[in-house]
C-alpha cells in the first residue's frame, strides 16, 4: 500500500526557509520519480518541482526556480524540498507524489492517491 507522508511545514516570514520532507512506504522507491504539489486555498493543486528516480534529472516550476530545490534520499526513501527566500503567495499545502512516468509528473490529475499535505504559511 503506497503511503507518502509529507512534514516540515509551518509558519515562517517572507524571506524565510523551511525543508519539506517526503516519507515514502509501500513502493520500491528507487523506481519512481518524485514530485511536490502544492494547493493554495481556491486554487487548483499545481506543479512545484520534481526529481527521476535516480536524482538525476531535476525539473522546477519558473515560480519557484532559483529558490525552491527538489531532492532525494534513496536510501531512505524520503524526498525533500529545501525551500528559500520564501513569499506569501508560496502559502499552500504542500504534498508529494510518485510517478513512474516522467511524462506524467507536471498534472495533478495523474495521480490517484495523495498524503495529508503539509501546510506552509508566509506571514509576517
Known amino acids: 500500500q503506497v503511503q507518502l507522508v509529507e512534514s516540515g511545514g509551518g509558519l515562517v516570514q517572507p524571506g524565510g526557509s523551511l525543508r519539506l520532507s517526503c516519507a515514502a512506504s509501500g513502493f520500491t522507491f528507487n523506481e519512481y520519480h518524485m514530485v511536490w504539489f502544492r494547493q493554495a486555498p481556491g486554487k487548483e493543486r499545481e506543479f512545484v518541482a520534481a526529481i527521476g528516480n535516480l536524482g538525476i534529472s531535476l525539473r522546477h516550476d519558473k515560480s519557484v526556480r532559483g529558490r525552491f530545490t527538489i531532492s532525494r534520499d534513496n536510501g531512505k526513501n524520503t524526498a525533500y524540498l529545501e525551500m528559500n527566500s520564501l513569499q506569501p503567495e508560496d502559502t499552500a499545502v504542500y504534498f508529494c507524489?510518485?510517478?513512474?512516468?516522467?511524462?506524467?509528473?507536471?498534472?495533478?490529475?495523474?495521480?490517484?492517491?495523495w498524503g495529508q499535505g503539509t501546510q506552509v504559511t508566509v506571514s509576517s
Open positions: 507524489n510518485a510517478a513512474r512516468r516522467w511524462s506524467e509528473i507536471a498534472t495533478a490529475k495523474n495521480f490517484e492517491t
